[in-house]
């Protein structure tokens, strides 16, 4: 009997051992970055995370068989909190660039965005005259938005404007409601948010970018999520939860393809993408 023993118990120690690893791979939940000030995308309503990056997330979660919760950061942290792997992946509406494709991975986009310039309603600018002349614009500090204003306007003299930047849009228009700006320029889904929300502002032009957004992990995908987070996208997309998601939070929204362009300077779009298949 002794010696029965002392031959299973090797085995009960490894079995034992076994299972407490996959406990620990089961519980391993992932931290996922986000602006909870930036709708329809993420924000913070009842104490509750909402928003279409939000609720997109758990059904990728749900359907990749992940554990995520959110970490609310403010948006100039969110890209250094992602490189330093203070969070594991960051998700919310972030533009595609080539200086972001440096420092992170993206995802396969699921989203296309033009800029629009934002005036109160009851004001008399044009889109001439909001982004000219003596006109202060803002936008939000570090995004994309900010840095074309920069280069294209805020530079050139000749223009003559003055450009401030924002920690988040919702303190841009209540800057511009307040007769601290005469303009603002956001995303389109940002912009159409705030006016179907009752915000007292309005359209005056559109600043075509077809500027693709996506979600970001660590370079190099240390974690090896790619695979399953684009698998995950694909399937709610093709499944319709996707659409369901995007019209629950803004109706008027245009359904795009999934995949959306993807930029030939982006590493994780060249060759097999992980967990995508055409």
Known sequence: MKNIFRKLAPAAAMLAMATMASANAQAETLTAGVEAAFPPWAYVEDGKYKGIAIDAMRAIAKDQGLEVKFKDLPWPSLIPALVKGRIDL????????????????????????????????????????????????????????????????????????????????VTAIADMLAGRLDAVVTSTDTAEDFIAKGRPIKIVGTIQQNQPQALAVQKGDPKKLLGKINAGIMNIYKSGQWAEIVHSYAPQSTIRDIPTSMPAYVDTYQGDIPGYTK
Not at 104 to 111: E, M, R, V, Y
Not at 122 to 140: E, R
Not at 152 to 165: C, E, F, I, P, Q
């Open 90 to 169: 960051l998700v919310t509406g972030l533009n595609v660039t080539p200086e972001r494709a440096k420092a992170l991975d993206f995802t396969i986009p699921w989203w296309e965005n033009d800029d629009e310039i934002l005036v109160p309603k009851d004001s008399d600018k044009n889109l001439i005259t909001a982004m000219c002349c003596g006109a202060t614009i803002g936008a939000q500090g570090g995004a994309t938005q900010f840095k074309w204003l920069e280069d294209n306007l805020a530079s050139n003299d000749k223009v003559g404007v003055t450009l401030r930047g924002y920690e988040d849009y």
